[in-house]
């Protein structure tokens, strides 16, 4: 094993530089779990810094449209970093429970579709987690329930994904009225665009995640409008996701006074129930306040 100073001198290391670098890296990744801690690793020294960058950068989640811009311009001029990103979180924020569509909802908040497809672009080298929240309530545009919408985002490119995550909003059971000559629909199952995004997901994928938020009652789960059956029988085919091992849904919701969350459990497991008998699936419940 080689030691930071051996890498520049042949002087005989002491003291915490005398660990091999192997060790130190190991440190390092339990270290970084604190914020301020990492930033003071990285101001140690030269090699300090060096090790430090990729356990620094290895988890980015961007909230907002001025950290999406932020991150997007950092990466233009320090590309080296964008190798070091191993898991990016799209973070659902408070605000985003408009009625409009998927797209409106969601990524326009941070910037265009094409814009956060050229993020992916440029880390999708050796990314292994991401999550994006896609709040889908009422109406999509006619376009977001086939794949082809949805190619701009490049996650195509991410050929060593292992976890992925969808944060969603259920649709409410009643039919809304829309205006005359509109594009938008309301008859599109939430599992359609969640199908028609995961077909762009590399065979490498371990964990999927659906993370089902705000008030939900089994109704909700049952229904067409859901249609969390046609999305059961696409995640387990063997041709696209032969390595698939675990499908969660999470039931992060503010508690329904008439829905206990056991009958919503129940119902996930009725509406998906070849992940169930697999044995892969597991309902998650959160009962914390949303976001």
């Not at 408009?98 to 497809?117: C, E, H, P, Q």
């Not at 995640?235 to 006074?257: D, G, N, W």
Request: charged share 25%; hydrophobic share 40%; with cysteine.
């Amino acid at each position: 094993m080689t030691t930071i100073e051996q890498r520049s001198n042949d002087h005989t290391p002491t003291g915490f530089s005398a660990l091999p670098v192997e060790l130190i890296d190991l440190i390092f990744q339990h270290a970084f779990e604190d914020v301020g801690t990492a930033s003071a690793c990285t101001l140690v020294s030269r090699d300090w810094r060096e090790l430090a960058l990729p356990h620094f950068f290895s988890s980015v989640s961007v909230g907002r449209r001025t950290a999406f811009e932020d991150l997007r311009d950092f990466l233009d001029t320090h590309p080296h970093i964008a190798r070091c990103i191993r898991t990016l979180k799209l973070k659902q924020t408070s605000d985003c429970t408009s009625r409009g569509s998927l797209t409106a909802v969601s990524l326009d908040r941070l910037g265009s579709m094409r814009a956060f497809g050229e993020l992916v672009h440029t880390i999708a080298e050796k990314l292994q987690h991401l999550a994006l929240p896609f709040a889908l309530r009422h109406l999509v545009k006619a376009s977001e329930d086939k794949p082809e919408h949805w190619r701009e985002l490049n996650l195509h490119e991410c050929h060593n994904l292992r976890s992925f995550t969808l944060s969603v909003y259920p649709p409410m059971l009643r039919t809304l009225a829309t205006a005359r000559g509109s594009s938008l629909r309301q008859d599109v199952p939430l599992s359609t665009i969640c199908i028609a995004i995961l077909s762009h997901l590399s065979p490498t994928l371990r964990t999927f995640t659906l993370a089902i938020r705000d008030q939900v009652a089994p109704a909700h789960i049952r229904h067409r409008k859901m249609g969390l059956e046609a999305l059961d029988e696409a995640l387990l085919s063997k041709e696209r996701f032969p390595s698939l091992e675990l499908v969660v849904v999470t039931l992060r919701q503010r508690y329904h006074p008439e829905a206990p969350i056991d009958e919503c459990e129940r119902a996930v497991r009725e509406v998906m129930p070849k992940c169930d008998r697999r044995g892969i699936l597991e309902v998650s419940k959160d009962l914390t306040e949303v976001d």
